[in-house]
């Protein structure tokens, strides 16, 4: 069974940082582009970044681009993501996401999501 | 950046009448759509993927169509497990992208 669980959220005044995680089983991780999605409070689903089976091709969100960075660890099945620079509009339940079939770019597969608040 | 439209923001329906949804893609993305359903509170869910494929554990009620840059998603007799709301994806071309969503209520 696919599970995905996120790690690290809280509350986190602007300007400052913080590094989510997300715990991956039941597949073979290193095969898999996995993706962190982002839902702000009663908004709707916003793609934040994707980061390659390998690590070698990312891609982000304008709205992020220069102050998060995906990163993953093939051998602890984990995916992350480093937020800097944080900024109110950044507040969301975040969630990992990933397909069921290799190569694919939709989701079957979704985390419970972490939620980041980012207040002063 | 590819932009996602869907229409109408929300719509009410009485149960048993049917339901079309549209999504508009600013380019081509050819079959590379998929729907999500989302309940309040809850993770969203993969409903369609391949403009028309249906996800494992949806009702044969649930028909996606389109291609290109034009993608209907129909509810042929609405049921009230089925108020959510709905949102397109397009992953034909990075940056993926969703669209705003629909809310489906039940009258």
């Known amino acids: 069974e696919v599970q995905l669980l996120e790690s690290g959220g809280g509350l986190v005044q602007p300007g400052g940082s913080l590094r989510l995680s997300c715990a991956a089983s039941?597949?073979?991780?290193?095969?898999?582009?996995m993706t962190w999605v982002r839902q702000a409070p009663g908004k709707g689903l916003e793609w934040v970044s994707s980061?390659?089976?390998?690590?070698?091709?990312?891609y982000y969100a304008d709205s992020v681009k220069g102050r998060f960075s995906i990163s993953r660890d093939n051998s602890k099945n984990k995916l992350f993501l480093q937020m800097n620079s944080l900024r109110v509009e950044d507040t969301a339940v975040y969630y990992c996401?990933?397909?069921?079939?290799?190569?694919?770019?939709?989701?079957?597969?979704w985390g419970q999501g972490t939620l980041i608040s980012v207040s002063s | 950046e590819m932009v996602m439209t869907q229409s109408p923001g929300t719509l009410s329906v009485s149960p048993g009448q049917r339901v079309t949804l549209s999504c508009r893609a600013s380019?081509?993305?050819?079959?590379?759509l998929a729907w999500y359903q989302q309940k309040p509170g809850q993770v969203p869910r993969l409903l369609i993927y391949?403009?028309?494929t249906r996800a494992t554990g949806f009702p044969a009620r649930f028909s996606g169509s389109g291609s290109g840059t034009e993608f209907i998603l129909t509810i042929s007799s609405l049921q009230s497990e089925d108020s959510a709301v709905y949102y397109c994806?397009?992953?034909?071309?990075?940056?993926?992208?969703f669209g705003p969503g629909t809310k489906v209520e039940i009258k």
């Open positions: 994806q397009q992953y034909n071309d990075w940056p993926w992208t």
């Open positions: 380019q081509s993305v050819g079959s590379n």
């Open positions: 391949g403009a028309s």
């Open positions: 039941g597949f073979t991780f290193s095969a898999y582009v």
């Open positions: 980061i390659s089976g390998t690590g070698d091709n990312i």
């Open positions: 996401a990933t397909p069921k079939y290799i190569g694919t770019g939709y989701f079957d597969y």
